[in-house]
């Protein structure tokens, strides 16, 4: 929508060349408006003739918000020492994810033009696991040694701001850098201007560890309505800050995977319309061939049941319907295990009760959809049954393997994703293709098998 707006008077205001327009465009909207409306159909050349009419940090902000594989692009269009100042303007983290998509050798000719300080906290960030609470926290954050008074606390403060993230919420550190307390800059204004830090600050304070796995701790600052959480090393020192804003990314990539997973498409870190080709084809055809692989499994159920569908026609006319029941009851009950364990609501130690409700639910689900399909076959004319099937017992027939199958897919539904957690793997996998496979295969050989019990085969 932005870029609809603002492309036309993008190109406008390049053709014209007219430095002061450019200036106001760049300086007066926000950075991730000017992002959006130069990302567009502008070539790369084309941004940084246009970027260049700003300062370096306006520069910086703006380029935080280009897509990633745009930026990665922008770095090959400009020199390396340009590159290298406006690296040195950025976030600590964004600049962390950047370095980590740049080929190694770009990388490395970037940062030996970088300031030895940002070189520094670069490294300490870049040794970060990407998927714990360092990979996404940030070394740039307010803090204060809690002997200080609210005054002398507000003048360091007015020295630290420049250059922080976030002052919101200034942390109290001692000699060692450990993790005292918070006080909030709100505490800070509104206290008598000689009372300590120490008597201000809150010691009762939730932090996160540098180890610990990043949805983790996106779940606790959202559980306590946090703008930021601390994170420490294993001597509660204080390390970095993960603010809500990389909280909203790490929400956003960890549910575009598990959606990903779900559909039995490999994640994907790239933009639908800007991921290659090739690249979507491969995700998708991986496992696409696995569950094909995985159906054949259904034609083998089928084929050994040859000779009974020959005999019994009116029976492969209820096969899609039945089988259908399993795949959609365990793929409903597959995504609200994997939802709930996600949030957290479901533990594994909660496996039992989770068996037991899902056991209940199964139950409930197959006696209503078995009444609609005893409905249903009773329904079938005789020229369709033939003349030697009775209608009780193939209405029998349908209304228990509806049943069946309902109460096994979603017992079966339930129980992989909490399998797949137990065993280490993401249970985004007990995807809905998967479970409908499973239960494919083993519905044919309920269905026959309840048709056999119930006697609807003619002798030969």
Known sequence: MVH??????VRMMLEDND????????????????????????????V????????????????????????????????????????EQMSHDDRVDLLRRLMPRVADSLLRLVDEADRRDIATLYRQNVHTAGGVMTTDYAWLPPNLTATEALDRLRLQAPTTETIYYVYVLDDEHRLLGVVSLRDLILAPRHTLIKELMETNLVSAHVGDDREQVAKELARYDLLALPVVDDQNRMVGLITHDDVIDVVVQEATED??????????????????????????????????????????????????????????????????TGGNSGSQAATLITRAMALGHVQLKDWLKVLRHELFMG???????GVFGFLRAALTSADTRGASVDWLA??????????????????????????????????GLASSPFVATLVDVTGILIFFNVAKWCLVFPSP
């Open 48 to 87: 940084w003739k246009f970027l260049q009419h700003t300062n370096i940090r306006n520069q910086a902000a703006v380029f935080e918000y280009f897509p990633i594989e745009w930026q990665v692009q922008l770095v090959e269009g400009v020199g390396r020492e340009h590159m290298a100042h406006l690296i």
């Open 259 to 324: 959606v990903h997973r779900m559909g039995a498409v490999g994640p994907m870190t790239e933009n639908y319309m800007e991921a290659s080709f090739v690249k979507i084809w491969r995700n998708r055809a991986f496992w696409l061939s696995c569950l094909f692989l995985a159906s054949l499994f259904t034609f083998t159920a089928m084929e050994s049941y040859q000779d009974d569908i020959n005999r019994l026609q009116v029976l492969a006319l209820f096969i899609p319907m039945v089988i259908s």
């Open 363 to 369: 139950i409930a689900l197959g006696l209503t959809l």
């Open 4 to 9: 609809m707006l603002f492309g036309p008077e």
């Open 19 to 46: 430095p002061e327009e450019i200036k106001a465009f760049l300086e007066n909207l926000h950075p991730a408006t000017v992002a959006e409306a130069l990302a567009g159909d502008l070539s790369v050349e084309q």
């Open 394 to 427: 193939l209405s029998w027939t349908v209304s228990l393997s509806v049943m069946f199958i309902c109460l096994w897919g979603t017992i079966v539904g339930a129980m992989l994703p909490v399998f797949f957690r137990r065993v280490g793997v993401d249970p």
